[in-house]
């Protein structure tokens, strides 16, 4: 294991100020130095760029028509945004384009558009669907495009994923000058700690080692030689909260030191929220192993996988199995428990539906499940 010191300034000053007992893995580290809040221990860089590779599924959530939707929608808002301040078609590249989504809406829009990724379906997939976009197989530090200069670079969620965000920028400005502009959409501290799926959307995750507020990220930005000509669009997932940076002036201690006290006060809000959350969700779990009443687990993916595992719910008479959305799952065997179809709610007639998908999906589940069985007295927990 590697020493704990700050992913930003490699400081050893950090304290712990988050562990989650139930994910061992999730401890979370707050610099005095200056301010970063990060995960550690964290994948190793060569975990890392195989799970980047070879294990994150981008897009799986997006087979639901809402949430494509909703993906497609952000989509069209960030190219908006992009040609909204580069109103001339010119030359974009997208670190971690994953199927290529957006450089297709700017290819349509007359733009000439490049993509790194490491994922290698994602690279077959454009390969083959999006021949017009040219995709490096790989990492940025690969230097696939010598010579390019680029009209605007775009790192749309992928820095938190980084373990050496400023070995990252410092490649990034391989591809830039005084009038290149970046588009930046990272998870900002805050948007993690008051998120509604403490359990599965929050972004302590080994594999998403760094979280930001705003001077950290400027701080980030200092360090790797960023200032003075960097127009930083957006630090957020939450639509209409975009802010500019114009000129970056040099982070002071003042500055580093009331970014690690605010940091701090979130991780300690957070902790008590997650206390909270985990207890409801205790009770709940409990009432399912005390009633006698057949019930239904809706998402089968490893966060329900992982939560009826410590429940111990595998030999409980009144589990009637999985039901998902997604048709690859249909007919594998989970914790004992075949994984359905919604369609197959007709024949099982569950009093309950215990939701182990991502509580953002709860309100869409609930309505599904009522097309199936319309009038059908079902109640719905959501423990995800």
Not at 245 to 265: G, K, M, P
Not at 331 to 336: N, S, V
């Amino acid at each position: 294991m590697t020493d704990l010191v700050c992913p930003i300034c490699t400081s050893p000053r950090c304290t712990e100020e988050f562990h989650d007992p139930e994910t061992p893995a999730k401890t979370v580290y707050v610099c005095a130095d200056c301010g970063m809040t990060f995960l550690f221990p964290s994948l190793s860089p060569e975990e890392t760029r195989r799970f980047n590779a070879e294990s994150y599924d981008y897009g799986k959530a997006i087979f639901i028509d809402s949430v494509y939707e909703k993906y497609r929608a952000r989509i069209k808002r960030q190219a908006d945004f992009i040609t909204s301040h580069i109103p001339h078609p010119g030359k974009a590249l997208d670190i971690g384009c994953y199927q290529g989504d957006l450089l297709q809406d700017l290819h349509e829009r007359g733009w000439r558009c490049f993509g790194i990724e490491s994922a290698e379906k994602a690279c077959e997939t454009l390969k083959k669907d999006r021949p017009h976009l040219t995709v490096h197989h790989g990492f940025v530090e690969n230097r696939p495009f010598p010579g390019e200069i680029f009209d605007v670079i775009i790192v749309s969620r992928t820095l938190n994923h980084v373990l050496d965000p400023v070995a990252f920028l410092k490649h990034l400005a391989w591809y830039a000058d005084v009038a290149t502009r970046l588009y930046l959409e990272v998870s900002a501290l805050a948007s993690v700690t008051t998120q509604s799926d403490i359990e599965s959307g929050n972004y302590f995750k080994p594999y998403q080692p760094v979280v930001f507020t705003m001077p950290t990220l400027v701080d980030t930005f200092m360090r790797a030689g960023w200032g003075g000509f960097l127009h930083l669009d957006t630090i957020t997932d939450f639509e209409g909260s975009t802010v500019y940076l114009r000129t970056l002036a040099t982070q002071s201690t003042e500055i580093a030191q009331y970014a690690a006290r605010e940091n701090r006060a979130m991780l300690a809000a957070y902790r008590q929220r997650v206390e909270v959350f985990r207890e409801k969700r205790r009770q709940q779990i409990l009432r399912l192993k005390e009633e006698e009443r057949p019930f239904v687990t809706w998402g089968a993916g490893d966060l329900g996988v992982r939560l009826l595992s410590n429940a111990a719910l595998a030999d409980n008479p009144h589990w009637l199995g999985w039901i998902d959305s997604y048709p690859a799952k249909w007919g594998m065997r989970i914790l004992e428990r075949e994984v359905m179809p919604p369609s197959r709610l007709k024949e099982l007639q569950p009093d309950l539906v215990v939701i182990t998908a991502a509580s953002a999906f709860a309100e869409e589940i609930e309505a599904a499940a009522r097309e199936y069985l319309p009038g059908y007295a079902m109640e719905f927990i959501c423990i995800g």
